[in-house]
């Protein structure tokens, strides 16, 4: 595509419940990031792929989240057991170098825990 | 101290006004600096990079790099409605990181009013 997708636009979970978020980013990008955007905040990094291999997640706040991206492709955040404090956009970034500025960002995804 | 730091706002400024926002950084090792727009309900846009101290001019944008300061800013000239967006400072690869992760600051809210 000609974009990074990701996917569902909105979430609503209960607490307690196991969600998935989807990116698909632009074919050929190398680097894939993960960052999540509290409401009124700047994004905060979560993880880094690059190709398959997770190189950084330092910035996962918890071992509740999980990302994957095992083709080197479409990756997969999995929270379990959501919380209130995880309501946040998840922002999905992809890149075909490892600089900063060759970023594409996706849609994102709004998550709601009730 | 956070590693990126801005004035949250709102700032609020007539159309055809100048509007500076502001950013202060903490790793003095920071070689590289972006402003990003978002507006509400999207995702970020990168509108200016700036690698040398001194001024970056891009059309109405102005950024302006103090690293003895560890100050970066973005002035918008002839501010439009449509420039209402809240603006992110952003440093790649801060703590020493080379694949180019972003540390952002909280944003600061801009609104144009005509």
């Known amino acids: 595509g000609a974009g990074v997708s990701q996917s569902p636009r909105y979430k609503v979970a209960k607490r307690g419940q196991d969600v998935a978020l989807r990116c698909d980013p632009i074919s050929g990008h190398v680097s894939l990031f993960w960052y999540q955007q509290a409401l009124g905040q700047g994004p905060e990094f979560l993880t880094y792929?690059?190709?398959?291999?997770?190189?950084?997640k330092s910035g996962l706040p918890s071992d509740r989240f999980f990302a994957e991206r095992p083709e080197g492709s479409v990756s997969t955040l999995k929270i379990q057991r959501t919380q209130q404090e995880d309501s946040a956009v998840y922002l999905c970034?992809?890149?075909?170098?490892?600089?900063?500025?060759?970023?594409?960002f996706g849609s994102g995804t709004r998550l709601t825990v009730v | 101290q956070k590693e990126v730091e801005q004035n949250s706002g709102p700032l609020s400024v007539p159309e055809g006004a100048i509007a500076s926002l502001n950013c202060t950084y903490s790793?003095?090792?920071?070689?590289?600096f972006f402003w990003y727009r978002q507006y509400s309900g999207k995702s970020p846009e990168l509108i200016m990079f700036i690698y040398s101290n001194g001024d970056k001019e891009d059309g109405r944008f102005t950024a302006q790099l103090n690293k003895a300061s560890q100050y970066v800013s973005l002035l918008i000239r002839d501010s439009q409605p449509s420039d209402s967006a809240t603006y992110l400072c952003a440093v790649p690869n801060a703590g020493g990181t080379s694949y180019g992760k972003l540390t952002f600051g909280q944003g600061t809210i801009l609104t144009v009013h005509p």
């Open positions: 790793d003095r090792g920071s070689q590289s």
């Open positions: 970034a992809s890149s075909s170098i490892g600089r900063a500025y060759g970023y594409t």
């Open positions: 792929f690059q190709n398959e291999a997770q190189l950084d």
